[in-house]
């Protein structure tokens, strides 16, 4: 089975970053989740990064606040895709510190970057990776996008 992993610097990264854990279990995707700080746990981020790949992860999703190194950290050592998820922490400024910090990686090592406080659309971003060699998870994509239109439609019939 495919996993994805979720990680973020810190606990207080949790309330945004669940939203992706969530989104991929609806998609019955396995998640490993775990704090890996760049900042304080160098050792830890070095390791998971190289390594990841080893455990039958197959996409990374991290979540950082302020000046967000922990995607494009992450990118420069695994081999696998990263999906940055800009966190809007309470020393951040505005959020746009994380937003620029995982958008503007140098050539070579691409981040996808979602909006801030995007862990959903992460989610979703990680699951359709996924979906291209799991036809099970790209089943479960289609009906969730069906469910999305939908949900759109009948909001619109309502107005009427």
Request: a positive charge.
């Amino acid at each position: 089975m495919s996993k994805v992993g979720v990680i973020m610097g810190s606990d207080s990264d949790l309330p945004v970053m669940q939203e992706a854990i969530d989104i991929l279990k609806g998609f019955d995707i396995e998640v490993e989740v775990d704090i890996v700080s760049a900042h304080r746990t160098p050792e830890k981020l070095f390791d998971y990064s190289k390594n990841a790949h080893t455990r039958g992860i197959k996409v990374i999703v991290a979540g950082a606040g302020g000046a967000a190194h922990l995607p494009g950290m992450v990118a420069s050592l695994s081999p696998l895709p990263i999906i940055g998820v800009p966190v809007k922490s309470r020393n951040s400024i505005d959020g746009w510190d994380s937003i620029l910090s995982i958008l503007q990686m140098p050539g070579g090592v691409p981040v996808a970057t979602v909006a801030l406080n995007g862990a959903k659309n992460a989610g979703i971003l990680a699951a359709q990776i996924i979906g291209t060699s799991d036809k099970c998870v790209l089943d479960k994509i289609m009906v969730y996008k069906e469910g999305l239109k939908l949900k759109v439609e009948a909001a619109s019939k309502k107005l009427k």
